[in-house]
């Protein structure tokens, strides 16, 4: 699924318009919205009546929204205007301070699910998707290549991991890198085609962790950091563990791990 880029960032009061410029700094195509009593600037947008009134009249101009409020207020929005699941735009919604972003409405359809995860991979906080399909995925691949690696030669080598492994393609909820490579046009265009949402961190998150990886000498002394495919997918999963360590092939590394069952979880 290509990325929607007609999007919306609301805020319903002043407070949350620190995350919401965070978050409109790496994505400056989308418009930003807030009342006309919060202390919005010259490129942003204001709307004069109730957040309710004013969803109504743009529910349909975008393709997505992103609300940096509290869910409530954005169920009672939606409620007389909640769409067909496969013609409505994507609804996320994140809290002021930044800690999660929900995929409320229109999660597979509307692209709430990717947008949730591009939200997170920009800001940090954590993408929250409940959606069946999604939440049965315990699959996350972490990825690593050189500049301008052969997409042919990514490719194979995913499919190499996942077959080591018996996983379906399917079940890989997400894909990770760093953020250095995350223009890179092969991770791109891998990310695209099998529709996972890739998770970037950055150099600093990854040497802030002590996981036992296999550690790359030429790696860190290139880009600083011990390694990438396997501390990112790492960080990206829930209490997971190594299924297929970092394999490479033609300045492409690649790695998987497995999320437990929901009984062999930490109580």
Known sequence: MSARNNIAIVVIRSEGLEFARKLRQSFPSWDLWGPE?????????TYPSRFKNWLSENFLKYEGFVCVMAAGIVVRSLSTMIPDKRTGPGVVVCDEFGRHAISLLGGHEGG?????????????????????TESMKNYVLGVGCKKNAAYESLKELVIEVLNKANVLPDKVRVMTTIDLKENEPSILKLSDEFNWPLVIFSGNEINATNFQISHSTFVEDSIGVPGVCEPTALMASHFGKLIVPKTTSNGCAVALVGEPEIMDRRP
């Open 37 to 45: 009593s919060s202390d919005i600037n010259a490129d942003e947008k």
């Open 112 to 132: 709430a699910n990717i947008l949730a995860h591009r939200v997170a991979s920009k800001t940090g906080c954590v993408p929250i998707i409940t959606t069946g």
